[in-house]
């Protein structure tokens, strides 16, 4: 927070470290509880879930592809 | 502020009775300068470690492989980074929270548990490859890893630990500025200038066409320049530090700052890859390449590339480590700032400790294929990343939260969802990639 203070003979600026100033009103998290979600943003949110995990494993996959893992365990 | 939205804010009562100290200054330019210089810090730090040991890899393996030409990749990605990072900037400073206690009091255990669950796997695996990186680097400079790494968890581990948020930021923010000697690197290698800015601005792909290693290189190079834990991490460090409504445009600038320094710094890193590429040698890992481009670079180009390599392993440790902590211990309840001593928030540093400690024990115990390990982790966080981002994006869409103040406005919607629309794409080309790998020639 800057405060203009009126110096006797000069205008100044105080400018204060953000650790430094007084807490700040926030906006509350907690007071508001959770989001309101429609039905299809939930099934977009499930949908992009399951997508992840597919990806996760196909990444495992590939890198397991690249380091030759599959043909050592054929050896 | 509008008196509907004061039902959404809590009242915190000050604990300071005296007037803050601060710095008296006479001009208004004076004024602007030392608050940016004040707010100055967590942009930068999260940009610029993002520029950690997997993204030397990568960034080097790229100039290394396909010469300049995925230079104009890194030029999108910089407003890529940047739009991203405002956002979280944004709900860190309306806030005063870390994204991770965000999502679980607006989404639920559930999708919090998820989201949790995602950074903390990526960031460890990350982590692994920060301390490879740095036994790789220690070990080309001379260094026994056995004794290196312990030392440098343990140095890690004490740069948190003091109990004074200043005092972490000055010494990061320090680690950071001597990336600036990537520019001396890459001028050193003679580079060549022309084709350069050409390649920056002009998309083009190598004589070989878009094959399967070019393709999943570009994805781990978004992976790598947009990373999940930055989003946690700014925005518990804008927390952390307290920033106030008033500093967020300096706040951005300091992120915007940080996204450009960033960039340059990986372009750099690309050229340094070319040099080694316009000399034929074969590309292994960073650390070699240092080692093999003394031959003509000399022995200060060589050591100053390991060192930059330790430097960025160290940065990126500290910064992912601190994400984790601050993540768990925001959805945990427990204190979590770097202002408190140990005593005071002994589960918070733990949690880092923890992270540091695995991570480097690891290293010690196998010989992985590093290189591979950490493109596929870049790759991991790139298909990661929209998910991330979509929470954020529907979090800065909450308008009974944020207000129309803070709240995105369209543009930032298109912009956003144009960024997670191309980062769906990419992941989508990973996965035929990986299914049907013959739609890629392979090259």
């Given at each position: ?75 | ?17 005296t007037a803050p100290r601060g710095w008296a200054v006479r001009s ?308 979590h700032s770097l202002q408190l001593p140990l005593r005071d928030a ?19 115990i196998p010989r992985a294929p590093l290189q591979l390990i950490i ?69």
């Amino acid at each position: 927070m800057r405060t203009r203070t009126k110096n006797e003979k000069r205008d100044a600026f105080l400018v204060v470290h953000p650790l430094d100033d007084l807490p700040e009103e926030k906006r509350d998290v907690s007071a508001l509880g959770r989001m309101p979600m429609t039905l299809s943003v939930r099934l977009s949110l499930i949908a992009l879930r399951v997508y992840l995990i597919l990806m996760i494993g196909l990444v495992v996959y590939h890198f397991l592809g690249l380091a030759q893992a599959f043909k050592r365990v054929a050896h | 502020m509008p008196a509907s939205n004061l039902k959404n804010l809590t009242i915190q009562i000050p604990d300071q009775t005296t007037a803050p100290r601060g710095w008296a200054v006479r001009s208004l330019w004076a004024r602007n300068l030392v608050t940016f210089l004040m707010v100055f810090g967590p942009g930068l730090i999260v940009m610029e470690a993002d520029n950690d040991a997997g993204a030397v890899s990568t960034y080097v393996q790229a100039g290394a492989q396909y010469g300049t030409h995925l230079l104009w990749v890194l030029l999108i990605l910089l407003p890529m980074t940047y739009f991203v990072q405002e956002m979280v900037v944004r709900l860190g400073i309306a806030t005063g929270q870390g994204h991770a206690a965000m999502i679980y009091q607006r989404f639920g255990k559930w999708w919090g548990l998820f989201s949790l669950s995602d950074l903390l796997l990526v960031n460890f695996l990350t982590l692994v490859t920060e301390f490879a990186a740095i036994a790789l680097a220690l070990s080309k400079l001379g260094v026994d890893p056995r004794f290196g790494v312990p030392l440098s968890a343990v140095a890690l581990t004490l740069l948190v630990a003091t109990g004074s948020y200043r005092r972490w930021e000055r010494i990061v923010v320090a680690l950071c500025l001597l990336d600036t000697t990537w520019l001396a690197v890459a001028w050193c290698l003679r580079p060549p200038v022309n084709e350069i800015i050409r390649s920056s601005l002009i998309p083009s792909v190598p004589q070989s066409g878009i094959t399967a290693s070019f393709v999943f290189l570009i994805i781990a190079i978004v992976g790598t320049t947009i990373a999940p834990w930055q989003l946690f991490f700014q925005q518990s460090c804008v927390a952390d530090k307290r920033l106030r409504f008033s500093d967020l445009r300096w706040a951005r600038l300091d992120t915007l700052a940080g996204a450009v320094f960033t960039i340059v710094v990986a372009a750099c890193m690309e050229i340094a890859g070319n040099a080694s590429k316009m000399r034929a040698l074969a590309f292994i890992d960073p650390a070699q390449m240092a080692v093999d481009i003394r031959a003509f670079a000399g022995v200060g180009v060589e050591t100053a590339i390991l060192l930059l390599m330790l430097n960025a392993a160290v940065l990126g440790t500290t910064a992912i480590s601190l994400s984790s902590a601050w993540a768990y211990a925001e959805v945990r309840g427990w204190p979590h700032s770097l202002q408190l001593p140990l005593r005071d928030a002994s589960g918070f540093y733990l949690v880092y400790l923890v992270c540091v400690a695995l991570a480097a024990a690891i290293v010690l115990i196998p010989r992985a294929p590093l290189q591979l390990i950490i493109l596929s982790v870049q790759v991991l966080a790139g298909v990661m990343l929209p998910s991330a981002i979509i929470f954020l994006q529907l979090l800065l869409n909450d308008r009974e939260l944020l207000g129309p103040e803070f709240a995105n406005k369209s543009w930032n919607n298109w912009i956003n969802w144009t960024i997670i629309m191309v980062l769906f794409v990419l992941s989508l080309i990973l996965a035929a990639q990986v299914v049907a790998p013959e739609l890629f020639p392979q090259g």
